[in-house]
């Protein structure tokens, strides 16, 4: 990891599974960190500038089958440059924290281990795109798939079903994916049980949090 000047922000993602608590569990962490006196910026891939927002619609949506699954890696790096180019770094430099609905760790998931392009090849696209930079913290939802996959969906984007349509034995690859990825970089990498209550859950985050970033709630 790139050490970041003690003035920058903080730049934490969060990962999973389809259903894994992501999206719910990213909002309360911002709302916490808001009460905290911190500024803090809400962001998620694929997207979270104008042309990766394009970018995003390429891959959330239509035939499981669209894309060659190295031109789909590509993609998901061009839109993660925009991300990080135009929108990550910039906030970070300016002391606000970041908190990230997916970040790179998805591409090794979903393209590397679920699609079979393998952890070397998503590797060297990642440094290619972004050098170095890497998360201060990635917390990793863990859950069975059809677990996840069964929690109503709890999103504005109705068509975005592409990877959710990605069969039993793909999203079994991706959740060991993103088990190895923890494995293997436990300095930057907590995972929690994401089938617990979302009480739970998100009192896990916040120790770890807390416990990895030095944050203490406000009065607290
Ligand atoms: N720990 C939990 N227990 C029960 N339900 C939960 C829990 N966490 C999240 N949910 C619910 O599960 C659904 C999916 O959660 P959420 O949208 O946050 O997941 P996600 O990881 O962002 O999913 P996706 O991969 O589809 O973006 C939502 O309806 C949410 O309220
Ligand atoms: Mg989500």
């Known amino acids: 990891m790139t050490e970041r000047d003690q003035s920058a922000g903080r730049f934490i ?9 992501k999206s719910t569990t990213t909002a309360a962490l911002v709302t916490s960190l808001s009460a905290s006196g911190l500024s803090v910026l809400a962001t998620r891939e694929p997207g979270g500038a104008p042309g990766a927002e394009h970018i995003r619609s390429l891959l959330v949506s239509g035939a499981v089958d669209r894309w060659d699954p190295m031109a789909e890696a590509l993609l998901h790096f061009a839109a993660r440059r925009e991300h990080l180019e135009h929108t990550i770094r910039p906030a970070l430099e300016d002391g606000t924290w970041v908190v990230c609905d997916r970040f790179y760790d998805s591409t090794m998931a979903y393209q590397g281990y ?17 050098g170095d930079f890497a998360p201060d913290l990635t917390i990793v939802l863990d859950i069975p798939p059809q677990d996840g996959l069964g929690r109503e969906i709890n999103s ?5 079903t592409r990877y959710g349509r990605m069969g039993a034995e793909f999203h079994a690859r991706v959740r060991d994916g ?19 209550s979302l009480d739970d859950v998100q009192d896990a985050i916040w120790q770890t949090v807390s416990d990895r970033l030095g944050v203490t709630s406000h009065g607290g």
């Open 114 to 130: 679920g699609q079979g392009l393998g952890p070397v090849a998503v590797r060297n696209l990642q440094f290619v795109a972004l």
């Open 178 to 196: 993103f088990l190895a990825i923890a494995a293997a970089e436990p300095d930057r990498c907590v995972v929690i049980d994401a089938a617990q």
């Open 13 to 21: 993602t969060f990962e999973g599974g389809e259903g894994s608590g």
């Open 156 to 160: 504005d984007a109705s068509d975005e």
